[in-house]
């Protein structure tokens, strides 16, 4: 049984920090990421990691967030750092699997807010 488990997001004030960790069980996930998404917009590309290390982020990014990855413990990390208003969304992760599957944890709010 897969199961994707997120720590909280919470509210952080403009130009602050949070880390976001997701723990993946259940299989072997070649890519874990993030998405978020805004009300009234689409679900969008936060960054991603694959087992080798390999990284995509969203162009928004603009190099304030960094994901990494543990395989030992199959969890996936997101630090966020110079938070804007901007970035207040639900945070997804998201574990893709090559023996088949795209699973999706419960999402969880970030609010960036003075």
């Known amino acids: 049984q897969v199961q994707l488990v997120e720590s909280e997001g919470g509210l952080v004030q403009p130009g602050g920090s949070l880390r976001l960790s997701c723990a993946a069980s259940?299989?072997?996930?070649?890519?874990l990421g993030w998405y978020r998404q805004a009300p009234g917009k689409q679900r969008e590309l936060v960054a991603r990691i694959s087992r080798a290390g390999s990284t995509k982020y969203g162009d928004f990014v603009e190099g304030r967030f960094t994901i990494s990855r543990d395989n030992a413990k199959n969890t996936v990390y997101l630090q966020m750092n110079s938070l804007k208003p901007e970035d207040t969304a639900v945070y997804y992760c998201?574990?893709?699997?090559?023996?088949?599957?795209?699973?999706w944890g419960q999402g969880t709010q970030v609010t960036v807010s003075s």
């Open positions: 259940g299989r072997i996930f070649s890519v």
């Open positions: 998201n574990a893709w699997s090559a023996q088949g599957g795209d699973f």
